[in-house]
């Protein structure tokens, strides 16, 4: 629309100026600027009205219109055959106007538009009479600022139709704002009145209240009449004139979100609000909009769920540890009942055994000592069997020797079994954790390198144990071909999940780094007491062979 203006206005600016500037452009450009503007007020209403259309046909009149306006100046002067072919451009366009306001659109509801309709056909016929007028009575002489009386009526006719077409387009553009603007004071009427949540309208100066919504008013107890004229102050709606002070402050510091006081309602019951505000200019002063949300029962839901799932997270954890204390004590039973009495049968029969001389043996039958050489061999057997089953369910060196020394134990065998080279680093020299953290703690270091093991196929493990502000950090870094990993696929992946729970369950984190061919880091963090560890003056490597 306003390139439509523009294009028009400049136009005729240049048709003024005929005499003072060159006339290629006071005759070609400025008659080409109009029926540009033309066409620019087809496709400006077209688009105001949110439709589109090709600008093919448009292209094609200009292109024609050119050649034929040019032709007239300079290869074959004619002031007549010039205005006829600018009557006959701005006519067809003031066709195609017609046919989009009156017959495209369909839009009787508005008034503004059917006028703009009505004023392009009254432009096409005066345009379609000029025509005919220049083609009885030609002009007699080459000036355009001397034409005939009725030449110049239909000039001044064919201005005021133009004139009156802006009119009309000015029109469309301030309806289409006042309709916007409405709009939106519609919305935010809405918004306002009907929000599930009490707000409502101050002046910051002193807290007079403008205007409050509905729920604002069954959240206080109150009715307008009631709040009208009144403050926040005055009405005591703030617990403490501090809160309202430090909320003062906020605002000036850019904090307006999800700040949390006390309030009171009229009855004088209290309730703790989440307040979001923003501040906007009214009537030259500076006001505030306000959102409080009643969150008591949200407050007390979520303390509840954060007791309840501490409770659920206690009692996992000692249902993990009552898990470690029976498979220590069923190991402990294995290796005083059933491991020592395998062991003294299998001592008994080594000794009966040796008893029988050379000749005694001889005169056994074979049968009878391949028996006995069987049953000897299958009690050492299943000695082994229990010393592993045992192992299994209590590591003899984290149950003996402490954790640093399990660790240690583990990657020399895990780095002889699976030939991958392992480095552990540490800045502690002694380190006595209680079962409870020890025995989850190295399930989880067991699972991460059975994944390096199974999954990395990585020819370097780096292991990392170290002590930070009360925290012991246990990093894994290898050089495998990595992973794509997501936290969200701790869900997804049983092993990952065993992992993060056992973590969890001690207070502590588990972060995983990693990408396809860029290796992966496990850091293992959990909270220790300061007298459970001594620290060297620096780190110690340990390669296992």
């Known amino acids: 629309m306003i390139l439509c203006l523009l294009s028009i206005f400049i136009g005729d600016g240049l048709i003024f100026l005929r005499g003072q500037i060159p006339d290629f452009i006071s005759i070609v450009v400025s008659n080409s600027m109009i029926v540009v503007g033309g066409a620019l007020s087809y496709i400006g209403v077209e688009r105001f009205n949110h439709k589109r259309s090709s600008n093919l046909k448009f292209i094609l009149v200009f292109c024609i219109f050119i050649i034929i306006q040019y032709f007239f100046y300079a290869i074959q002067p004619d002031l007549t055959s010039r205005e006829i072919n600018v009557s006959a451009a701005l006519g067809i366009i003031t066709g195609f106007n017609v046919w989009l306001s009156i017959i495209k659109l369909k839009r009787s509801h508005d008034q503004i538009l059917k006028a703009y309709g009505i004023a392009n056909i009254l432009f096409t016929i005066t345009s379609i009479y000029r025509i005919f007028?220049?083609?009885?009575?030609?002009?007699?002489?080459?000036?355009?600022?001397?034409?005939?009386?009725?030449?110049?009526?239909?000039?001044?006719?064919?201005?005021?139709?133009?004139?009156?077409?802006?009119?009309?387009?000015i029109l469309m553009i301030n309806k289409r704002l006042v309709d916007v603007v409405q709009?939106?004071?519609?919305?935010?009427?809405?918004?306002?009145?009907?929000?599930?949540?009490?707000?409502?309208?101050?002046?910051?100066?002193?807290?007079?209240?403008?205007?409050?919504?509905?729920?604002?008013?069954?959240?206080?107890?109150?009715?307008?009449?009631?709040?009208?004229?009144?403050?926040?102050?005055?009405?005591?709606?703030?617990?403490?004139?501090?809160?309202?002070?430090?909320?003062?402050?906020?605002?000036?510091?850019?904090?307006?979100?999800?700040?949390?006081?006390?309030?009171?309602?009229?009855?004088?019951?209290?309730?703790?609000?989440?307040?979001?505000?923003?501040?906007?200019?009214?009537?030259?002063?500076?006001?505030?909009?306000?959102?409080?949300?009643?969150?008591?029962?949200?407050?007390?839901?979520?303390?509840?769920?954060?007791?309840?799932?501490?409770?659920?997270?206690?009692?996992?954890?000692?249902?993990?540890?009552?898990?470690?204390?029976?498979?220590?004590?069923?190991?402990?039973?294995?290796?005083?009942?059933?491991?020592?009495?395998?062991?003294?049968?299998?001592?008994?029969?080594?000794?009966?055994?040796?008893k029988l001389n050379e000749k005694q043996l001889n005169d056994i039958p074979t049968e009878i000592s391949k028996k006995i050489d069987d049953v000897y061999s299958i009690l050492g057997n299943s000695l082994r069997s229990s010393l592993k089953i045992m192992n299994s369910l209590r590591n003899e060196v984290l149950y003996i020797m402490g954790f640093l020394d399990a660790v240690e134990l583990y990657v020399d065998e895990f780095s002889k079994t699976n030939h991958i080279k392992c480095l552990i680093e540490t800045n502690i020299s002694k380190l006595t954790l209680n079962p409870q953290q020890s025995t989850p703690l190295f399930r989880v270091f067991e699972n991460a390198m059975s994944n390096i093991a199974e999954h990395s196929k990585a020819t370097e493990v780096k292991i990392r144990i170290e002590t930070i502000e009360n925290r012991l950090r246990m990093e894994i870094i290898d050089n495998g071909i990595g992973f794509s990993y997501k936290p969200s696929k701790r869900y997804t992946s049983k092993g990952l999940m065993f992992m993060q729970e056992r973590i969890h369950l001690l207070d502590g984190n588990m972060q995983i780094e990693t990408a396809p061919g860029k290796g992966t880091k496990i850091m293992l963090e959990v909270p220790v007491d300061k007298k459970s560890y001594t620290l060297n003056s620096s780190y110690i490597k340990l390669m296992p062979e």
């Open 133 to 169: 007028h220049l083609i009885l009575y030609p002009e007699i002489h080459s000036d355009f600022f001397k034409p005939g009386t009725l030449e110049l009526t239909s000039i001044l006719v064919l201005y005021g139709l133009c004139l009156l077409l802006l009119f009309f387009l």
């Open 183 to 354: 709009s939106q004071e519609d919305k935010f009427y809405k918004a306002f009145h009907y929000a599930p949540f009490s707000m409502c309208i101050t002046r910051i100066s002193d807290g007079k209240i403008m205007e409050v919504n509905e729920y604002f008013e069954n959240c206080q107890g109150r009715t307008m009449d009631d709040i009208e004229g009144q403050s926040t102050i005055s009405l005591g709606i703030w617990l403490s004139e501090n809160d309202r002070t430090s909320f003062i402050q906020s605002l000036k510091n850019g904090q307006t979100k999800n700040l949390q006081y006390h309030f009171r309602r009229k009855n004088g019951d209290t309730f703790l609000g989440e307040l979001s505000a923003q501040t906007f200019i009214y009537n030259d002063e500076e006001c505030l909009i306000s959102v409080i949300i009643d969150i008591t029962e949200k407050t007390k839901a979520n303390k509840l769920l954060k007791d309840s799932q501490q409770l659920l997270k206690k009692f996992a954890a000692q249902l993990q540890s009552a898990v470690e204390e029976e498979k220590v004590m069923l190991a402990n039973q294995i290796d005083n009942e059933l491991n020592q009495n395998l062991a003294a049968l299998k001592i008994d029969l080594g000794h009966f055994k040796n």
